[in-house]
């Protein structure tokens, strides 16, 4: 069965960080761009950050950028997000996806992990 | 990055057709083909409905259809049903981050 599960979440002060972990299951990671997506509280998507397939080429929203870090190890079909200088507004539910629908110039998710949650609290 | 504006609520009766509109500006709606449309059910991930401004995923129903004009993208869905009553989310890729930007989301309700 394809799937994803992500770990790593938990409550965390202000300032601190986090290494979230995507493991990867019924595929090769290695085939497949991945994506980190937050979804605040009662809130709508955010995508945050994305990585090729090596890992040579990565992309960040703004709100992120400088503190969060996407990484991948294939040989351990595990995707990571390393989270720095963690505010309030972090707080989310973090998904992991595959990018696998793709057209001859762009892909998209089409296998969501169920997520864990950050919060971020004093 | 600013998000994509989308109305914040639609509504419609079962059969009826309805669409939510999802705008930009040229630097991403307008600028590329590279719009998506997810549906996300309360408690569960998102699912691609529509990609590349148009395309459904295998097994989507083709009840639902997009389109783009300018800076506007739309969703429309056709007969609508009960299992449509959900919260949709348009994207599309910009130039601003190399990445996507999400729309604020339309929650649908079935009258």
């Known amino acids: 069965e394809v799937q994803l599960v992500e770990s790593g979440g938990g409550l965390v002060q202000p300032g601190g960080s986090l290494r979230l972990s995507c493991v990867a299951s019924g595929f090769t990671l290695s085939s497949y761009w991945m994506r980190w997506v937050r979804q605040a509280p009662g809130k709508g998507l955010v995508w945050v950050s994305r990585?090729?397939?090596?890992?040579?080429?990565?992309s960040y929203a703004d709100s992120v950028k400088g503190r969060f870090t996407i990484s991948r190890d294939n040989a351990k079909n595990t995707l990571y997000l390393q989270m720095n200088s963690l505010r309030a507004e972090d707080t989310a539910l973090y998904y992991c996806a595959r990018d696998g629908y793709c057209s001859t110039t762009s892909c998209y998710p089409d296998v969501w992990g169920k997520g864990t949650t950050v919060t971020v609290s004093s | 990055q600013s998000a994509l504006t989308q109305p914040a609520s639609v509504s419609g009766s079962p059969g009826q057709s309805i669409t939510i509109s999802c705008t930009g500006t040229s630097s991403d709606i307008g600028g590329y083909n590279y719009v998506s449309w997810y549906q996300q059910h309360p408690g569960k991930a998102p699912k691609v409905m529509i990609y590349?401004?148009?395309n459904r995923p295998p097994g989507v129903s083709n009840r639902f259809s997009g389109s783009k004009s300018g800076n506007t993208a739309s969703l429309t869905i056709s007969g609508l049903q009960a299992e449509d009553e959900a919260d949709y989310y348009c994207s599309s890729y910009t130039s601003s981050t190399a990445l996507d930007v999400f729309g604020s989301g339309t929650k649908v309700t079935v009258l």
């Open positions: 990585i090729n397939r090596d890992g040579s080429s990565t």
């Open positions: 590349d401004v148009s």
